[in-house]
């Protein structure tokens, strides 16, 4: 938030009269709750009790012009300034205790910790019945998950379906399917120092886990570690992102109203509830965000020696060698990068690696393709998601607006062969490049193979199927070969009722 001093505004000529009329309303809430305020950053936070107190007060939603209209707060940071109200900030600080804090967070761990040490949740008889209720969740409320996600990010239906509702049914389907060999007992040699002997691998759960999720796909990489912490035993803590409150608020009241409460919690909330759940002592820690956030939850985490999965952003650029199938080749960059989520998944394209003397022939080609499946007039496409909200929204047009973001990235070296078909390269690629995963002539569809425990060089736990595995810290590389043959149309929008139809039947398995 800005912040200026009192006296360079007045009473600014860009404030809407709407926006006088709040700002002098909240100022009569303050006017008996302050004594004389300087610092900024309590200013800040008297700005937004009072924000908080108008809005619970008159029923409104939000303050949609508040992004509109920056100018407003610092206005009210003056008039603040300017009265010298009366009382103290701590008294005021003490009415707005957040609802969850860290006592409520320890009594929470607490009793789900009592729960698993009752040996509840270790039975193969519970860990069934908790996945056979996610995947009724799925099948019954389908309709309101696809709702929610257009609520947040305006996902189209399909696009919903394939990467959110799907992905989850998968890893639970999986889950009900591999349990039983999963749980099973894994016999090992034994040295002759221990004759005569026998000995085995026994996978144990870990206890009580917390699951932290992110925004882009709020619903299955909500839902995937929930899967594996159940299919390996433990009690679970799901904190979904609150960047997508609808879907956040959904997961809340189905988990709820299908899973076993005194093992399985969702806890709503910001920055406040996250960081009261990281104060307690964890058994696991699974995180989906960004690096800076991956650090506090390590930082956290270290404090006891929980042991943390993080699954983190990286880059993903898409290599094109020359004399490829251009069209085939582009089809599948602008689907790995805007079909899916419209750019939002960390395994998404960022930037392309090509020859000089391709490059503005596949450039031509890229441009050609966008149009070709979202039409002429992107802003009213129906084919793609949206920014999740303003923040990232300003923040990828402050990014274009820098010089060396405004030109395309294009750059790359030479290669020996002409044809990303050789064997050679492909061998190359995979035992040089050190990444999570890849797909070879392809973008994005090596997301949902059970095979990836990294990405990058930390932790990657996207898939559930390897909760169990990843007890273990083994190490596994997804890669997906293909060729350019058999690129059916039916992949890319527009999609008409057959194609979705098509599609679904596909994936569901309901086809073969």
Known sequence: MTIVSPGLFKHPSSLHKTDIKLATALFALFSHSFSDVSDPTVLSVLVFLALSTYRHKYKINRFSYLDLHPPFISW??????LKS??????????????????DKAAVLVNELRKTFNSGKTKSYEWRISQLESISKMIDEKEK??????????????????????LMARSSCKLALKELKQWMMPQKVETSLATYPSSAEIVAEPLGVVLVISTWNFPFSL??????????????????????????????????????????IIVVEGAV??????????????????????????????????????LELGGKCPAVVDSNVNLQVTARRIVAGKWVCNNGQACIGVDYIITTKELAPKLI???????????????MESKERSRIINSFHFKRLVNLLEEDKVSNKIVFGGQRDESQFDDEQIKRKFVQNIYAGGMAINDTILQFPLYLSEESGRVEWGHTMGNSLLMLLAIRRQAVLYRGFAGDSPTRYPPYTPGKKKQIKALLSGKLL
């Open 76 to 81: 009210i940071v003056s008039l603040i300034h």
């Open 85 to 102: 109200c009366r009382a103290t900030l701590s008294t005021t600080m003490e009415e707005v205790k957040p609802a969850f804090d860290s």
């Open 144 to 165: 309101e998950i696809v709702e929610a996600l257009q609520k947040d990010l305006s996902k189209p239906e399909l696009e919903a379906f394939l990467s959110e509702i």
């Open 222 to 263: 909500s839902l995937d570690p929930v899967i594996g912490a159940i299919a390996a035993g433990n009690a679970v803590v799901l904190k979904p992102s609150e960047i997508a409150p609808a879907t956040s608020s959904l997961l809340s009241r189905l988990v709820g109203e299908y899973m076993d409460k005194s093992a």
């Open 272 to 309: 406040a509830e996250t960081s009261a759940l990281l104060e307690q002592k964890w058994d696991k820690i699974f995180f989906t965000g960004g690096a800076r956030v991956g650090r506090i939850v390590m930082a956290a985490a270290a404090k006891n020696l929980t042991p943390v999965t």
């Open 364 to 378: 031509a080609t890229l441009v050609s393709v966008v149009e070709e499946i979202f039409g002429k007039d992107l």
